[in-house]
T-cell receptor, first 112, second 114 residues
Framework: QKEVEQNSGPLSVPEGAIASLNCTYS??????FFWYRQYSGKSPELIMS????GDKEDGRFTAQLNKASQYVSLLIRDSQPSDSATYLC????????????FGKGTLLTVNP | KAGVTQTPRYLIKTRGQQVTLSCSPI?????VSWYQQTPGQGLQFLFE???????NKGNFPGRFSGRQFSNSRSEMNVSTLELGDSALYLC?????????????FGQGTRLTVV
């Protein structure tokens, strides 16, 4: 059973701080990794994808991947109240088809 | 470019009935996946279609089925509804250029079984 684990939180940070979200996965053959943001009552929105070991930056977001440790993280710099949402880590096992396995999400609250 | 469109947005059904949900992917996308989201289980994979073929299926009973049409639009059907089928059903669209392909979700269909 392929699993993706996330700290359920809630994670609470003050406005302007760095929020750090973590994710581990069990399938060593996983090839692609995604972070989705989901506001309450809305559908998941893709914010970052990462495929190679190391860091990938996009604006205030940085995704980090360490395949040897089977670990993915998302850093949000200069956190804003509008970043308050549930963050979902998703892993695609690769192969010839597309199947995302999701963690249960981390609820982030950014306090003004 | 239009996003992923799911219809209807909300549904209320009675136990034992069946329901059909529809998903129109982003133009040019040929892969459509379906997921069920509940507070207890999170997002769970139902199945994935590509060029009218089901390529992968999750661990759901046979009451859950789907299909994809030649224009890439997809439908999923749930027969003999149970209370536990109440959930947000999400469709994801992908261009499928390999495993490193991003998927984009529609707004979802909120199904309530009473």
């Amino acid at each position: 059973q392929k699993e993706v684990e996330q700290n359920s939180g809630p994670l609470s940070v003050p406005e302007g701080a760095i929020a750090s979200l973590n994710c581990t996965y069990s399938d060593r053959g996983s090839q692609s990794f995604f972070w989705y943001r989901q506001y309450s009552g809305k559908s998941p929105e893709l914010i970052m994808s990462i495929y190679s070991n190391g860091d990938k930056e996009d604006g205030r977001f940085t995704a980090q991947l360490n395949k040897a440790s089977q670990y993915v993280s998302l850093l949000i710099r200069d956190s804003q109240p509008s970043d308050s949402a549930t963050y979902l880590c998703a892993v695609n096992g690769g192969g010839s088809n597309y199947k995302l396995t999701f963690g249960k999400g981390t609820l982030l609250t950014v306090n003004p | 470019k239009a996003g992923v469109t799911q219809t209807p947005r909300y549904l209320i059904k009675t136990r034992g009935q069946q329901v059909t949900l529809s998903c129109s992917p982003i133009s040019g996308h040929r892969s459509v996946s379906w997921y069920q989201q509940t507070p207890g289980q999170g997002l769970q994979f139902l199945f994935e279609y590509f060029s009218e073929t089901q390529r992968n299926k999750g661990n759901f009973p046979g009451r859950f089925s789907g299909r994809q049409f030649s224009n890439s639009r997809s439908e999923m059907n749930v027969s003999t509804l149970e209370l536990g089928d109440s959930a947000l059903y999400l469709c994801a669209s992908s261009s499928w250029t390999g495993p490193n392909t991003e998927a984009f979700f529609g707004q979802g269909t909120r199904l309530t079984v009473v």
